[in-house]
């Protein structure tokens, strides 16, 4: 089992910057790969970043040179910092992660991050 908590959203006016934490606890030596996805009000759940292995990321063409995705082991925390923020990021932001013991997905309760234009 792994549990994730969001942390770190908030109201910011575009071009500012948040930065959002995701705290894993469990079985956190089976999670090899986690994610960041969003999900705006009448969309779907959208993609954001992923990190594989601690060093190895990929990002949604709509965030590249924005956002960076980090994850810090000895923290048991995965970051995604956010500069130039667009109001088109408004939604809500969760944290993912796949278990290579169980290979299930566990998702974070999820945070809200709103940009206002």
Do not use: H
């Amino acid at each position: 089992q792994v549990q994730l908590v969001e942390s770190g959203g908030g109201l910011v006016q575009a071009g500012g910057s948040l930065r959002l934490s995701c705290a894993t606890s469990g079985n956190i030596g089976s999670i090899n790969t986690m994610r960041w996805y969003r999900q705006a009000p009448g969309r779907q759940r959208e993609l954001v970043a992923t990190i594989v292995g601690g060093d190895t990321t990929s990002y949604v063409d709509s965030v590249k040179g924005r956002f960076t995705i980090s994850r810090d082991n000895a923290k048991n925390t995965m970051d995604l910092q956010m500069n130039r923020l667009k109001p088109e990021d408004t939604a809500v932001y969760y944290c993912n992660a796949f278990s290579l013991q169980d290979f299930r997905n566990y998702w974070g309760q999820g945070t809200q991050v709103t940009v206002s234009s």
